[in-house]
């Protein structure tokens, strides 16, 4: 139950784990060192890369030509004096009518002139300058007769200036054509600078890899740092003794693979596992994300792959690694929603050029991965290109247990702690997940100053990474009791349900968003589901909301994300797994994590209406089931929830025994399964 939803936790997940061929989740990793990266474009060792200047004479060039420009157009200007503006009625009149005028020229109908003594205008303005440089402008309506005449008699020298010429012809060039010309400039020392030495400017890098490349010396990383994913360490070996000794293939006439494709979840390892196979095969390791190729312009990730595969080449034997492959390797097949996908085409299709392009003999091997293998074009999988596809999948419980022991290396244990008890309690969880749960344990006994990681550290930090951590809110005591029934009513339909995972703690603790939390394992790992076993989570999700129907009548909004969970697992029962009396062993709604819409599978809405009522009729009829399990364990309820209110929190034999099953009746996992010591919280 949560300000908004209610959380029910359960580590196994009916709509990613079905009895298919492909199977649904994969690997894990193992502990993965830090790998120091040169330079990003070139690779070049510390010792070998060129002196960078702060100040290089490309920018000494450009500010030289700046200098002159100005320079020139300051230099060329007359030194003057201040010249006021005065007005012409009745300053400059009177000024002239008392013989103060010296000369003036006249453009137009604008004066400029000297008076024959210094004057300050404004009269009186103690911050005005003293000057004998004036100018005015004559009204278009005032006669010119009588001032002509006054002129004369005071003997004014009259100067006249045409329009044109009022400024001169080489500063009109200076600054009209001054700018143009050095902006051309500019643009030619770029490119020149582009160009020279191997087009080390930021023109020349434009079309260069972004790809990291990372001599064999530095990788540190081997098949002794990867856990949990054995048969794909296996696909791999025979990559590594190619590239250890290519003359054992060659002489027979075999070929190695040009390209490996690491397909599965994120977070199993599949980088790992790439920096793995260079380090066993001392060799280059070239590593890109595919949308790191894609630019605005068409063209320039094509050049990109060229530059790439050129430099992998030079320096053979060399891994190249592509990242989230999908994103330049798309089926071409699917019409582009936005019309603007010549870029990533060309860039693909110069892939499928430069892998078609390898001679047998070079020793370049592609490694690419992605989580969505389903969408890469046809031409990318073919034999000759991505000749061979390696699942690496989510670990089993010893898997994660390797794992898990790979990432303690770098910690200090108690010997208390037991890693096959921590396997056991993560069904589900790949290497990523597995190495932020030793993290998370290490940082706790950190902030606790333990010196060692004890059983009390890792089971904190399996219930923040599980759970989540915990928010200090204070309930009112009408909401805890509402709390504790609604997570009672989950923990005891999975009790009463044969096919329901085991309880493994209660709480009503509020985490992240949850104001409760209702967690349940399976006591082994599993691949596929019965349809039973899928109704018994649809049942174990309206727990809660028929136990605040039976209890308080109306219930609440906690439920929404319980009602979320069952009504996907119902449409996925009906849609994707032929679990359906009227429709049949037939997939009629796409599957969720790959995309798609109903209407590109070609599905009618009169079948899409079926599958609603089919959901709707497996809900109602599963609600009534709870509804009559719950009235008639009524007082087990009201046990299990006032245990609840007071503890806060109940870990599997507390919960079992306020519910009132006696030790024979509850689950008995073997040691190994047991849940490790949860200690409560506040």
């Known amino acids: 139950m949560s300000d908004d939803s209610d959380k029910v936790v359960s580590q196994r997940s009916p709509h990613t784990t079905t009895a298919s061929a492909t199977t649904p989740r994969g690997g894990a990793l193992g502990a993965q060192k830090q790998i120091p990266s040169n330079d990003a474009g070139r690779g070049e060792s510390p010792q070998t890369r060129p002196p960078v200047h702060r100040l290089s004479w490309f920018w000494v060039a450009v500010a030289i030509l700046l200098l002159l420009n100005w320079g020139a157009f300051v230099m060329a200007r007359p030194a003057s004096k201040t010249r006021v503006t005065v007005p012409f009625s009745p300053y400059f009149l009177s000024r002239l009518n008392a013989g103060d005028v010296k000369s003036i020229t006249t453009t137009g109908n604008a004066i400029q002139g000297t008076f024959t003594t210094n004057v300050r205008y404004p009269v ?200 989230e492959l999908d994103a330049v390797g798309r089926s071409r097949n699917v019409a582009a929603i936005s019309g603007a996908d010549d870029e990533r085409e060309q860039t693909l299709d110069q892939i499928l050029t430069e892998m078609d392009g390898f001679d047998s003999t070079e020793s370049v091997i592609v490694l690419g991965a992605t989580n969505r293998p389903d969408v890469l074009d046809e031409a990318l999988l073919r034999p000759g290109r991505f000749d061979r596809r390696v699942a690496v999948t989510a670990p089993d419980r010893a898997g994660r247990t390797k794992i898990l022991a790979v990432h303690a290396r770098s910690v200090h244990l108690a010997p208390s702690v037991d890693l096959d008890a921590v396997a056991a309690l993560t069904p589900g969880m790949v290497g990523a997940d597995l190495a932020n749960l030793v993290n998370e344990a290490a940082l706790l006994a950190a902030r606790r100053s333990h010196e060692l990681i004890d059983a009390h550290d890792f089971s904190d930090a399996l219930e923040k990474v599980v759970l989540g951590t915990p928010r200090g809110i204070v309930l009112s005591p009408a909401d805890r ?11 005891l339909v999975g009790m009463l349900t044969p096919e329901a995972d085991p309880v493994r703690q209660i709480s009503i603790v509020p985490r992240g968003l949850s ?61 994707r797994w032929g679990m359906s009396s009227q429709l049949g ?56 929830a006032m245990a609840l209110v007071k503890e806060e929190n109940l870990d599997a034999d507390a919960a079992y025994a306020a519910a009132g099953f006696a030790a024979s009746e509850r689950p008995a996992p073997s040691r190994a399964e047991l849940p490790i010591p949860v200690p409560a919280s506040t």
């Open 585 to 640: 062993p037939v997939t009629v709604l796409p599957d969720d994590a790959n995309g798609g819409s109903d209407a590109s599978r070609g599905v009618s809405a009169h079948t899409l209406w079926i599958v609603d009522q089919e959901v709707r009729e497996i809900v109602d009829r599963t609600h009534k089931e709870v509804t009559i399990l719950l009235t008639e364990h009524r007082q087990q309820l009201d046990s299990l």
């Open 481 to 491: 009791e509402r709390t504790a029934y609604h997570e009672s009513g989950h923990a």
């Open 124 to 323: 009186g303005d103690r911050h005005a300058p003293d000057t004998d440089l004036f100018s005015t402008q004559v009204p278009t309506f005032w006669d010119s007769a009588p001032l002509t005449r006054v002129l004369r008699a005071k003997g004014v020298q009259v100067n006249a200036q045409s329009t044109s010429s009022a400024t001169p012809i080489w500063e009109d060039a200076l600054l009209g054509f001054g700018p143009t010309v050095l902006l051309v400039l500019l643009f030619v020392l770029l490119a020149r600078r582009a160009s020279a030495g191997g087009g080390l400017g930021a023109l020349g890098k434009f079309g260069r890899s972004q790809a990291r490349k990372i001599d064999p010396d530095e990788i540190k990383v081997t098949f002794a740092d990867v856990a949990g994913i054995d048969d794909a360490k296996t696909e791999l070996e025979e990559i590594v003794d190619f590239l250890k000794h290519p003359d054992r293939y060659t002489r027979l006439g075999a070929r190695i693979p040009r390209g490996v494709l690491l397909f599965g979840p994120p977070g199993t390892g599949k980088t790992l596992l790439a920096r793995a196979v260079a380090g066993e095969a001392s060799a280059a390791y070239f590593s890109v994300s595919a949308s790191e190729f894609i630019e605005g312009i068409v063209g320039v990730g094509a050049a990109r792959v060229r530059d790439l595969f050129a430099t992998a080449k030079a320096t053979s034997p060399a891994i190249i690694f592509i990242d």
């Open 515 to 575: 104001l409760g939390v209702t967690l349940s394992t399976p006591t082994a790992d599993r691949v596929s589901y019965s349809s039973d076993e899928l109704l018994a989570q649809i049942k174990v999700a309206l727990g809660g909301r028929v136990a605040e129907e039976i209890v308080y009548t109306h219930p609440t909004t906690g439920a929404e994300s319980d009602l979320d969970h069952l009504t996907k697992i119902a449409r996925q029962m009906v849609g």
